[in-house]
């Protein structure tokens, strides 16, 4: 809910491109590390209460939806005014860049690694999931771009 209100204000106050790309840069976790640089995200800190291997993933799993889904609305609004070309290839590009890396060290994890390697299998699964959502929006938003 506070994310379809934050994209309807972005909407009145005819910031929306300003909002795209501030919302995909929240769905690509912005302030997450990448998995390329030895570091994986430490996705357990957002959470108060302890939580089982399994749980711990579904509630980021259904942020990034919930926040793709709320961006793709967002893009297809009649007053979404053409972004800055620079910053969508920024963005773009570090899209491509994290999904590059998460399936990188996916291969490098062990045989079925979702049961050997259950921890690091999901945090990456995590973080391909939103860089895949996030270029389905870039693409989506050059598309309205183009015609």
Do not use: Y
């Not at 945090?123 to 989506?140: C, F, I, S």
């Amino acid at each position: 809910m506070g994310v379809g209100l934050l994209c309807q204000l972005f909407q009145v106050w005819g910031q929306v491109a300003v909002g795209i790309m501030t919302l995909t840069e929240w769905l690509l976790g912005d302030d997450q590390a990448e998995p390329a640089s030895g570091e994986t995200a430490d996705l357990d800190e957002e959470f108060l209460f302890e939580k089982g291997d399994l749980n711990l993933w579904v509630e980021p799993l259904q942020w990034s939806q919930l926040l793709h889904t709320h961006l793709c609305a967002l893009s297809t609004a009649s007053s979404a005014p053409a972004m800055c070309p620079p910053e969508l290839a920024r963005l773009t590009a570090t899209a491509d860049a994290h999904a590059q890396s998460a399936e990188q060290a996916l291969t490098t994890l062990p045989a079925l690694p979702q049961f050997s390697a259950t921890i690091e299998h999901a945090k990456l699964t995590v973080l391909k999931d939103r860089a895949t959502l996030a270029q389905n929006v870039l693409a989506r938003f050059k598309e309205m771009d183009c015609s």
